[in-house]
């Protein structure tokens, strides 16, 4: 309930026109039209740059288009704006695995779980590492 509230909170520019490029956006990522979905995200972070929604999207779709630097670029953007924003340090956990940066990422991800205790991708994000030995004790 209190995810919902805050993805709703957090997908308000406060322009309708810039809603409305986050949810083509969004539209255009869900339906597997990467280079669209850059293409509107782009849009959108360079007419509200102060909007991190706008730059959590585009860091969705260039991680789309296997594109991990301006991915990395545009998770800075969104946590630089909203630090407790735990979708987008998510996935900078994900780009840390991708790098085999496993212990950073496991303590990536352990801060979403202090933000967000019951975001579940984390959990199971943590579980596929301590299967690969990261963060287990003798």
């Known amino acids: 309930m209190l995810d919902r509230q805050l ?3 957090w997908s308000r520019s406060g322009s309708a026109s810039m809603d409305l490029l986050l949810r083509r956006g969004q539209k255009a990522l869900e339906e597997g ?6 293409e509107h995200f782009t849009a959108l972070t360079d007419h509200a740059p102060e909007f991190a929604e706008g730059w959590h999207g585009l860091a969705r779709a260039y991680f789309a288009a296997d594109l991990y630097g301006p991915t990395l670029d545009a998770l800075g953007h969104v946590l630089a704006l909203n630090p407790d924003h735990y979708p987008a340090m998510f996935g900078l956990g994900v780009l840390l695995v991708e790098f085999e940066d496993y212990a950073r990422a496991e303590e990536t991800f352990m801060k979403v779980l202090n933000l967000n205790p019951h975001y579940e991708e984390a959990k199971e994000a943590l579980d596929r590492l301590k299967r690969v030995g990261v963060g287990r004790t003798l």
């Open 7 to 9: 993805n709703a909170a």
């Open 33 to 38: 039209q990467t280079e669209a979905a850059i």
